[in-house]
């Protein structure tokens, strides 16, 4: 059995759902916390390795780099253990890890217009944000060490 990690997929429409209802959100909403939790469970999907493949989607670099960094560590053998991306989201990270001996799954969106508008724009706004690797790396500078800062530091957490 495979089991999906994605990070954010339903962030927006957790937070609407649980607002209108008046329930807790059940989602951090704060990127670092996003992303050291992403690390905690690609941990705890791995230490199963024996009786499930994880697959890891994301296409930041931080993310795929731990996961990959882990799955060699832990001593997983790569078919226990896939990437995956959607497809015209990742630019040159295919290449690379193919290069790296992976072979990523692409997804392709499809569906009625008007959801397939709202998803484009979600991805859009995700690029754009103040917490992007395409706009911290681009626009503010941001070294490639700092963009591979552990979350986890860098809220204080442990």
Do not use: C
């Amino acid at each position: 059995m495979t089991i999906r990690l994605v990070k954010g997929a339903y962030w927006d429409s957790e937070q609407i759902w649980a607002n209108q209802r008046n329930w807790p959100v059940p989602v951090h909403t704060d990127k670092r916390k996003t992303d050291a939790q992403f690390e905690r469970m690609t941990y705890r999907l791995l230490q199963e390795s024996d009786l499930i493949r994880t697959a890891v989607a994301s296409h930041n670099v931080r993310s795929l780099a731990w996961a990959m960094a882990l799955r060699e560590k832990m001593g997983i053998p790569q078919h226990r253990f896939e990437f995956q991306l959607l497809y015209g989201m990742a630019g040159t990270l295919p290449a690379a890890l193919v290069g790296m001996g992976y072979s990523p799954r692409f997804y392709v969106p499809v569906g009625e217009p008007i959801p397939g508008m709202a998803y484009l724009v979600r991805r859009i706004l995700e690029n754009t944000s103040n917490d992007s690797f395409i706009r911290k790396f681009f626009y503010q500078s941001v070294s490639p060490e700092g963009l591979l800062n552990d979350p986890k530091q860098e809220d204080g957490n442990e």
